[in-house]
């Protein structure tokens, strides 16, 4: 399978934990984002990387959280200290850089905050 | 003013019917514009990108209103399969930036 791989697919911990995602992006993209969605809404943006190098962070992206993509292939995002509002959807996707070029989504994490 | 707007639904139609969405969006700056159609508890997956002359592919038409900065997206022959939430998406500004999703519209086909 050559799309975007999300590991794992569910995590359910105890509040005050920190969990960590990965994410693997289709092998010639460039560009890899990352979304949280919960229940009704659809994505949000949190942040996104161009190789290694993060280009933006949403304001959703309080100080708990950090993302990397260190030898800009596969990515990770850490949330520590987790709190009952962290539940949600993460999605990963990943694009091109050139051109307008659709973004392809992971499968996605669901996190459970107990 | 929500950067993406849609109406929620659910829209329950009897197959074969035909259904529209609508869209608004207040980012003039958009460049790109997108359906995405989502099953229950999976990932987003691309339906069709929208272009200003419109286009259509298969049962699906995507129209796109730069002046009056709305989208909409056309089913025809509606089938059981086509049950989801549909998400209107555009980009936040020119190029490949990140996507602002919509709230997603619901559609329940009904045999």
């Known amino acids: 399978d050559t799309g975007v791989s999300q590991d794992p697919r569910h995590k359910i911990t105890k509040r005050g934990q920190n969990v960590t995602f990965r994410c693997d992006p289709i092998?010639?993209?460039?560009?890899l984002y990352w979304y949280r969605q919960t229940l009704g809404q659809g994505p949000e943006f949190l942040t996104y990387?161009?190789?290694?190098?993060?280009?933006?962070k949403s304001r959703l992206l309080s100080d708990r959280f950090s993302a990397e993509r260190p030898k800009g292939s596969f990515s990770t995002l850490e949330i520590q200290r987790t709190e009952q509002g962290d539940s949600a959807m993460y999605l990963c996707?990943?694009?091109?850089?050139?051109?307008?070029?659709?973004?392809?989504f992971g499968d996605g994490t669901r996190l459970s905050i107990l | 003013r929500k950067e993406v707007e849609q109406d929620p639904g659910p829209f329950n139609v009897p197959e074969g019917a035909t259904v529209a969405f609508n869209c608004t969006y207040s980012?003039?700056?958009?460049?790109?514009f997108f359906w995405y159609r989502q099953d229950c508890r999976k990932e987003p997956k691309l339906l069709m990108s929208?272009?200003?002359s419109g286009n259509e592919d298969g049962r699906f038409t995507a129209q796109l209103n730069r002046a009056s900065q709305y989208i909409s997206l056309l089913i025809r022959d509606s089938k059981l399969s086509d049950s989801a939430t549909y998400l209107c998406v555009v980009n936040k500004f020119s190029g490949n930036t990140p996507l602002v999703f919509g709230k997603g519209t619901r559609l329940s086909v009904i045999a």
């Open positions: 996707a990943s694009s091109l850089a050139d051109g307008v070029q659709p973004q392809h």
């Open positions: 980012n003039s700056a958009s460049q790109s």
């Open positions: 929208v272009y200003s």
């Open positions: 990387f161009q190789n290694e190098a993060q280009l933006e």
């Open positions: 092998s010639e993209h460039n560009r």
